[in-house]
């Protein structure tokens, strides 16, 4: 379709190409190639963490974290409602109950005050997942993993270079991931990256990625997974972390760009500028549809489809995924702050090679959307 705007478009404006010949010319394309140290060792001091694994996918990076920990089967972890499954499935997929937590209504981060009135003889670990721009409140989880000696999972996907009281995302948890997706700050196509500063975990989750390979090659004591990722996924990623700042302040003016032109729609909610903690870095722009608008989120997509302009749902509710339903899962579980944004809540295109011009595009197609209203 001519003119359409999709909700994201990646920017690959740097050393991608030349990177990548490099790969081709030079004959390293497997997961030995040396852009994958250089691309962990360059992440891990980016964030200021001991050790970066980088592996094929965000989704991988979880599994690989979650198996690290080596939990005891049937212990508990402790996840907000609102994300994506990744989270959820990477706790399932090692034989652990995960255990859902409600969101705040406005920066749509798991709401930390509900988090102690789960924690049961059996939890072992909170897994952080920081949403759409805006940090989880970490001091409150980390004061309370302390006091009931629990493991930190950081989910930083959506939060390259976003920072919590001055410190950057990522550097949290016992283990922390990110994700290199197109959508995300930046990118290789696909790829994720496992950090932390514990030596032993990063050892194991160097197994995980690999098949728990041993000394003997081909005697396994334990069962891994293929999560390696090439030297190609991460050419690409070196040379986007060489522009990370640009595109943070990038994220950050098309933000603010949109903020500024919806300052007059009513009853829509917009994402937070700041809070104490950080200024939003608008991963995506969400808008979540006031209880005045007879509309919900997937007829306001449709519609502004049909004005070219590209939209993407909120996350499903985790305990109102049909999977876990039909396992007999999260019976009686409500979690009505997840349960109204996932179903009013939509995102508008913000990638990092939107125009000006198709912001303001954007802009009058939402304002027109609410208006007929
Ligand atoms: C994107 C994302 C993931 C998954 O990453 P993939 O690379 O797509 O597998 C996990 N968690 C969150 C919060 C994400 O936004």
């Not at 006091?147 to 989910?155: A, F, G, R, W, Y």
């Not at 016992?174 to 932390?196: A, V, W």
Request: with cysteine; hydrophobic share 40%.
């Amino acid at each position: 379709m001519s003119g359409f705007i999709p909700v994201n478009e990646p920017l690959l404006n740097g050393n991608e190409k030349a990177y990548l010949c490099e790969c081709i010319d030079t004959g390293w394309i497997s997961s030995e190639g040396p852009f994958v140290k250089r691309f962990e060792q360059e992440m891990a001091a980016y964030v200021g963490r001991k050790y970066g694994i980088a592996v094929s996918n965000g989704t991988a990076a979880l599994e690989a974290a979650v198996q690290a920990l080596d939990l005891e089967k049937g212990a508990e972890v402790i996840l907000p409602a609102f994300t994506i499954i990744s989270c959820a499935q990477a706790v399932t997929k090692a034989g652990l109950v995960p255990i859902v937590v409600d969101c705040e209504p406005d920066t749509w981060n798991m709401d930390v005050s509900r988090i102690e009135e789960k924690i049961t003889d059996k939890t072992r670990a909170i897994m952080v997942v920081h949403i759409y721009g805006l940090p989880t409140e970490m001091d409150a989880v980390l004061a309370l993993a302390k006091k009931h000696h629990l493991k930190v999972i950081e989910d930083a996907a959506e939060m390259h270079g976003q920072t919590y009281h001055g410190k950057q995302c990522g550097s949290f948890g016992d283990i922390s991931i990110f994700s290199f997706y197109p959508n995300k700050h930046i990118t290789c196509g696909e790829g994720g990256m496992i950090l932390t500063d514990d030596e032993y975990l990063a050892e194991r989750c160097r197994g995980a990625r690999n098949l728990f390979f041993s000394a003997r090659r081909y005697v396994h004591e334990e069962i891994g997974s293929n999560f390696r990722m090439t030297n190609m996924q991460a050419a690409v990623g070196v040379a986007q972390l060489e522009k990370m700042e640009e595109h943070i302040r990038r994220k950050r003016e098309i933000g603010r760009r949109y903020n500024a032109l919806f300052a007059e729609l009513q009853d829509v909610m917009l994402p937070i500028p700041e809070t104490s903690y950080a200024e939003n870095i608008y991963w995506v722009y969400g808008m979540v549809i006031g209880e005045s608008y007879d509309f919900n989120a997937l007829e306001a997509m449709e519609r502004l489809g049909g004005m070219g302009i590209g939209t993407r749902s909120f996350f499903y509710p985790i305990h109102r995924q049909p999977v876990y339903l039909k396992q007999g899962m999260f019976g009686g579980v409500s979690c009505p702050n997840a349960e109204r944004i996932s179903e009013r809540g939509f995102y508008i295109p913000s990638g990092l090679g939107i125009t000006d011009e198709q912001i303001e595009t954007v802009a009058q197609a939402v304002k027109q959307l609410f208006r007929q209203a």
